[in-house]
């Protein structure tokens, strides 16, 4: 199936199980795997019906979700290992999806012999498909992502209260807040809203789809330590950037641990 097909997988997805749950969510309908860290039931029969479709239309491949994951965290084991597989973030920013904020996505990554071969986000909300195939760049709603460059002191977010407005002592523009959402945080660094964004998660569902639109636009995802974002990455800490010397900037002065 073509890259535009499988993004038309997401779509009626979204539009069966989220959309109409969206602001419509009892208090029977959502939970909290961890304080503050939600999944609600739009969240579970989104990955069920996604893991479904793709199942069906690659009866070879493995499909991954997160909330299977965190059901059975043996599922990531050997995942780079795997000639063919899917993961699946059903929502990404459950927490802005369950207050009514419609900064939430969907994300899908690819992977063959564990190498992120295509990546997709889709913003149900606003209309806006993200997309990348290895080798072949990025595209938003089937257009080329055309980042605008600004001139100006390297701009970041995060999502610590404590470092808004953090300036490195004048190396940075002062720091702003993220949107509580890959599927958000990444098209802004795509597109030049901002500059660079740091995080402590670095789950594959999370970052495997807009690293890859990043790398295949100029930009760069990389551990703190200066290795490339893949499925294999582990411990805490994730820089990504538009440019390189946006990275390089924020590595040397941003306050890590």
């Not at 043996?74 to 009514?100: Q, S």
């Not at 404590?162 to 795509?190: K, Q």
């Amino acid at each position: 199936m073509d890259t535009d097909g499988i993004l038309a997988l997401m779509q009626t997805t979204a539009d069966a199980v989220v959309r109409p749950r969206f602001r419509s969510l009892s208090d029977g309908e959502v939970d909290e795997k961890a304080p503050g860290d939600y999944v609600t039931i739009a969240d579970k029969e989104s990955e069920e019906m996604l893991t479904r479709l793709l199942s069906d239309a690659f009866p070879g491949a493995a499909v991954i979700g997160e909330e299977a994951v965190f059901t059975d965290p043996g599922l990531l084991k050997g995942l780079a290992n795997l000639e063919h597989a899917f993961v699946i973030d059903p929502i990404d920013g459950t927490g802005n999806f369950v207050r009514g904020d419609s900064k939430y996505g969907m994300i899908l990554a690819e992977l063959k012999g564990g190498v992120t071969t295509r990546g997709w986000i889709w913003q149900p909300e606003t209309g806006r498909a993200y997309v990348a195939e290895r080798g072949a760049g990025a595209r938003v709603n089937g257009e080329p992502i055309v980042r605008d460059v600004d001139r100006r002191l390297p701009l970041g977010a995060t999502s610590k209260k404590h470092l808004i407005g953090y300036t490195a002592e004048g190396r940075l523009s002062p720091v702003v807040r993220s949107n509580f959402a890959c599927a958000f945080d990444y098209p802004a660094v795509l597109e030049g809203d901002i500059d660079f964004m740091t995080y402590t998660s670095i789950h594959p569902w999370d970052h495997l789809a807009g690293s890859l639109m990043l790398t295949e636009t100029g930009g760069v995802s990389r551990t703190f330590d200066g290795i490339s974002y893949t499925v294999l990455s582990r411990g805490r800490g994730l820089l990504i950037a538009g440019d390189t010397l946006s990275w390089m900037t924020a590595q040397q002065c941003w306050p890590v641990g």
